[in-house]
């Protein structure tokens, strides 16, 4: 196994992989075709060491969340990608259910989120098609 391999068997072994994230690139994939699900305008930025992406993720014209991809800044390290959606702001703690907070996906930062390391498990959790 060379050096890359190993990196990547430690990115599939860690806790969240697969549930909030994924370095996969079938992970974009989903059962809508491509002509009605498009990802939005770039935006970018740097922070401590590390690269991120942001982008919208439009249905129909519609904006139905946004994917997050990170490039740490460590030689090898693959690219992660998460496919999320903001539910509320973190001083909106009301519009959070017990549900909501016992998923796996469930993230809190600034925004309460929740985070999907496929876009199918996005779509299967909005209930699209």
């Not at 994230?21 to 699900?37: H, L």
Request: net charge negative; with cysteine; charged share 25%.
């Amino acid at each position: 196994m060379n050096i890359i391999e190993e990196i990547e068997n430690e990115y599939r072994k860690r806790k969240l992989y697969g549930i909030q994230f994924s370095i996969e690139p079938e992970a974009y994939e989903c059962n809508i075709s491509d002509d009605r699900i498009v990802f939005g305008e770039n935006t970018t930025a740097m922070q401590c060491g590390t690269f991120y992406n942001w982008q919208d993720i439009i249905l129909d014209g519609n904006v139905i969340g946004f994917i997050e991809e990170r490039r740490n800044g460590k030689l090898f390290d693959p690219m992660t990608v998460s496919f999320c959606i903001i539910l509320a702001d973190c001083t909106e703690p009301e519009k959070i259910t017990e549900e909501m907070a016992a998923s796996p996906h469930f993230w809190e930062d600034e925004t309460y989120q929740m985070r999907f390391a496929t876009l199918q498990q996005l779509i299967d959790y909005l209930h699209l098609s």
